[in-house]
Each structure stands twice: as structure tokens, then as C-alpha cells.
């Protein structure tokens, strides 16, 4: 029996062509498929399974963090990456960029503690970036590793740390 044929039947009122048409139009290649197609097939899905309704998600990643929040289950923790603002700072002058950069981790900061997750940051920060990222009250752990590590090479791995350190305090 083929996977539509069983989903067919698990719903009653959902025929096998149903299923297929509505697999065919969002199963297509290349893009993505919104609008009607979408919601035909998650009508489909949900007469086929039962359901009162049904929701698709286009990515993995996404789907897992939407049954975890179906659930009830919040992430808990997220780390921002910095690169934007990270690579924005190379110059190691203010520019546009690197406000703009340094904003948006604010605000997904904000966004992530609001929705009462643990903020973390990390990717690219250097001895000369990082007081900004650090000082986003609702960030509570760096991830600044390789810089520190890239430094102990010159000077040892505990000068490095405390270098970071009276950088941070």
C-alpha cells in the first residue's frame, strides 16, 4: 500500500488524489510554495490525519522549533551571531554598519529574553569589539574564543584570558 493511499485512509474524507495533488504542489522543486498550494495540502494533511488543522513548515530547524512551541516547550537558550557586526567593526572605526549591526543584536537580544530564553553571543568578537556586545544587558555569555586563543599564541594562554578579562570588567 503507498504512503498516500494509507494517509487517504487514516482521514475518511480525503481521497488518495487529493493527498497526491496537494503533495505534488508543495513537494515541487525550486522555491518555495505559499498561498493557496500551501494551504491546500495542509487542509488535506489535516482531513487526513483527523486534525482540525495542520501546519507545514518548509525547513527542519523551523519544524522543531514549532512542535517544541505546539508543545509548550520554549528553546531555553540562543546564541546571536556577531559576524555582521563583528566584520563591520575590522576597521576598528564606528562606521553605519557596525551601529546597525550592533542594534539588531540588541534587539534580537531583547526579542529572545522577552520570550524568556537565555541570550548568549558569539562569532568573530575581538579584545576590540566585544565591550559593546557585552554591555547588551540581556546577553549573559560570550562565546570569544578563537580571538583569545589567537592572542595566547603571542603572549600565553593566561595573559590572553586576563587581557579579556580587564577588557570585560
Known sequence: MTAVRRIAQLGGTTNASEVRLALALTAR?????????????????????????A????????????MLRALGVGAGTIEL??????????TNRSTKEAAAALEAVRAAAENAQSKQMQVLAGHGLTYRNVRAIADIPQIVELNIGHNIIARAALVGLDRAVRDMLDVLS
Open 29 to 53: 522543486p525550486r522555491g518555495l510554495v505559499e498561498g493557496p498550494a500551501i494551504e491546500h495540502y495542509e487542509g488535506a494533511l489535516a482531513r487526513a490525519v483527523g486534525a482540525d488543522a
Open 55 to 66: 501546519i507545514t513548515f518548509g525547513a527542519g530547524r523551523v519544524a522543531l522549533f514549532g
Open 81 to 90: 551571531n556577531t559576524a555582521l557586526y563583528s566584520d563591520a567593526t575590522l
